[in-house]
């Protein structure tokens, strides 16, 4: 017969801070580990206690926590999570998912990390990124921006396609001291979201969403670091978010569409200069000037409506027609050094494997801080420059 497992005592703060900092209900929990509900709010009330055995399953694959978390006599002090400008209707807007709460999660440890990794090597980054205001015009603002990034209209026609284009724009971003992440979350969630609070400012990706729209929210993103205000974005239309929330929006979506699509460069575009001006647009012209930019359609079309050369209605039914017409994204075959860079960006995974050099930390730390396994780390290391 096999022994029963100990029963440990554990502060019901604790218990409740770990499901509602995953963002689960004591239904859900109770189903996960097949026990009760009553059992679960026992716990939480501090009427009774867990086994041993069901506080690993709790720690390791329902929360995701270490199991030492859970012998703290009170919950830890952590940052809320960034402010919310999803723009659904509140009472049709859910709360986080545990995917998308490990996803921010998983942002701020990475954050926290080269925060220490760079102590550990002597190093000071300080971030070249400037302040606006939201009373500050977003075209003066992207304009200088983009001079300070580096990034040449000729250059950016030359890029052969959309990934390129990505690539690029990260570069030039994480070339200032901002990190840039890409993780998996449910795009009906959020597109991506933005983290102010540390030395080192995060931009987080959304893997899967198309690659125009990360592209476009690493800049709307890049607004929010200028702002100096953290959010959670969805890029959809504003209309049911608090005034000052529809401002900040406004102004990061208005910032982002005249970055990657400047003013005089889209005016002088051949393509414009050689079309009567007009409220309606082809969708063949859409395309072209879309190809050009390596931006969405959407894009470009929002950008004439803000130059006066569309009509606002225009711009709103071919964004229902294209919304309609949008089709999930397909994966690849998996490259996992390839995918350990992406998901990590190379500033953060040079600086591990530079502290590695320098015996900072060890191979197994490595492993862990880039979530790869060990096999992949020579080809990591390959692909970023330089063997350790």
């Known amino acids: 017969m096999p022994r029963k497992s100990l029963e440990v005592v554990v502060e019901p703060r604790v218990l409740i801070w770990a499901r509602e900092s995953i963002g689960m209900n004591i239904e859900e929990v109770a189903k996960r580990l097949n026990t009760s509900e009553d059992t679960v709010s026992k716990w939480e009330s501090g009427q009774k206690k867990p086994t041993l055995i069901q506080l690993e399953k709790l720690a390791r694959t329902i929360y995701k926590r270490p199991l030492a978390a859970f012998f703290l006599s009170e919950p830890p002090k952590e940052p809320p999570l960034p402010k919310d ?207 050009s930019f390596k931006v969405s359609r959407e894009v470009i079309l929002r950008r004439l409506v803000i130059l006066g050369l569309a009509d606002k209605g225009f711009y709103i039914s071919k964004r229902e027609e294209w919304e309609a017409t949008k089709y999930p994204r397909k994966g690849g075959r998996r490259n996992p050094p390839e995918e350990c860079i992406r998901k990590n960006g190379t500033p953060f995974v040079s600086l591990v494997l530079e502290s590695h050099r320098k015996d900072k930390i060890t191979y197994r730390d490595v492993a862990d801080y880039l979530a790869v396994r060990l096999k992949y780390l020579p080809k990591v290391e390959q692909l970023i420059g330089g063997k350790i």
């Open 85 to 291: 400008f999803r723009t659904l209707p509140l009472d049709k807007r859910k709360p986080f998912s545990p995917e998308t709460r490990l996803a921010i999660r998983r942002a701020r440890r990475l954050q926290s990390l080269a925060s220490e990794l760079a102590a550990s090597l002597a190093r000071k980054i300080v971030p070249q990124i400037g302040r606006a205001s939201l009373s500050d015009n977003p075209e003066v603002v992207a304009s200088s921006v983009r001079t300070q990034l580096g990034v040449e209209i000729q250059t950016q026609f030359d890029w052969k396609k959309e990934t390129e284009a990505l690539d690029e724009w990260k570069k030039a971003i994480e070339k200032s001291g901002i990190l840039v992440f890409q993780i998996g979350i449910p795009l009906e969630e959020t597109r991506g979201f933005s983290l102010t609070e540390s030395e080192f400012p995060a931009i987080v990706l959304n893997l899967r969403d198309a690659i125009n729209g990360r592209i476009f929210s690493l800049l709307h993103e890049y607004g929010h670091l200028l702002l100096n205000d953290s959010g959670i974005c969805d890029m959809g239309d504003q209309d049911y978010l608090s005034d000052e929330a529809k401002s900040i929006e406004e102004f990061c979506n208005h910032f982002a569409g005249a970055i990657l699509v400047p003013r005089d460069a889209l005016l002088n575009h051949e393509l414009i200069k050689s079309s009567r001006y007009q409220l309606q647009w082809s969708d063949e012209i859409l395309k072209e000037l879309a190809k």
